[in-house]
């Protein structure tokens, strides 16, 4: 089993920035990335960004790959996403989620940090 733990959430105002953290832990040789994906209230969960844990390949939804950009640690077990010029839509609950080399899904997911934005 992989454990994912986010950090960094908060409120921030309208044009605003944050970064969320997110470490994986346990079996990690059994992941080969890691992503961001986010859940609005009353919408369905999205992808936001991701990056292979070796290697420096990384992908972005188009809407917010030019204010947000994912990082991650020289180990590969954690990756970051710095979120810039947020906007009142950004809030959301931002979740870490890594993928299983073997089933080639993202398996495993963090309990979710909140994300505010206000206007």
């Known amino acids: 089993q992989v454990q994912l733990v986010e950090s960094g959430g908060g409120l921030v105002q309208d044009g605003g920035s944050l970064r969320l953290s997110c470490t994986a832990s346990?079996?990690?040789?059994?992941?080969?990335?890691m992503a961001w994906y986010r859940q609005a209230p009353g919408q369905e969960r999205e992808f936001v960004a991701a990056?292979?844990?070796?290697?420096?390949?990384?992908s972005y939804a188009d809407s917010m790959k030019d204010r947000f950009s994912i990082s991650k640690n020289r180990a590969g077990n954690t990756i970051f996403l710095q979120m810039n010029t947020l906007k009142p839509e950004d809030t959301a609950v931002y979740y870490c989620?890594?993928?299983?080399?073997?089933?080639?899904?993202?398996?495993?997911w963090g309990q979710g940090t909140q994300v505010t934005v206000s206007s």
């Open positions: 346990g079996r990690t040789f059994s992941i080969n990335a």
């Open positions: 989620a890594a993928r299983d080399v073997r089933t080639k899904s993202y398996d495993y």
């Open positions: 990056i292979v844990t070796a290697g420096a390949a990384t």
